[in-house]
């Protein structure tokens, strides 16, 4: 188990972080939210997990314990993966999560890309007595409180080097695919198409 990787971050990409680790770099998956406090050639200290499978060893990069912890923890339900783990971590924090559930909120669940009100429903069982009880100061009864996909698409561009001008520009350029988007708009979809248009403007 590879708890933590700590470095100087190599390169950024979309999805993910390279951390240079006694010479060797070390590829993470990573959130956008996670993503967007990483620079390039600053240090930087990523609590990870490990996922293994037949044909490939995926590391997973969060921004500290709580949400490395709360990434395992969801994959004990049935149905969810790493990847729609991490996604539910990109859309709400672990307390956002653990209220969403103490309070059964099907919609914050619902909200996340890949669930449906079935899943959620469903969700809401499986993991009511896993996640635990809020920690943070807000009632269970408050609806969970997660940043618009502007603002972390925003943030994610200006962590990948980008001015705030053209992070702008960028994030006009795809608003009418993330208005067309069923349900809240996938985050980690915008930025790729955020960088196409980018690239194209250069």
Known sequence: MIAFVSGPIASLAPDGAVVEVGGIGIAVQCAPNTLSALRVG???????????REDSLTLYGFAD???RQTFELLQTASGVGPRLAQAMLAVHSPDALRRAVASADEKALVAVP?????GAQKLLIEL????????????ASAAPAAPGWRDQL???????GYAPREADEAITAVTPQAEAAE?????????????QSLNKAR
């Open 183 to 195: 349900g809240a708009p996938q985050v980690g979809h915008l930025l790729r198409a955020a960088l």
């Open 154 to 160: 925003q943030t994610a561009l200006i962590g990948l």
């Open 128 to 139: 009511k007595d896993r996640l635990g009880a809020p920690v943070g100061s807000a009632p």
């Open 42 to 52: 600053q240090p930087a200290r990523i609590a990870t997990s490990l996922v293994v």
């Open 65 to 67: 314990e709580d949400e």
């Open 114 to 118: 890949g669930i449906g009100k079935k």
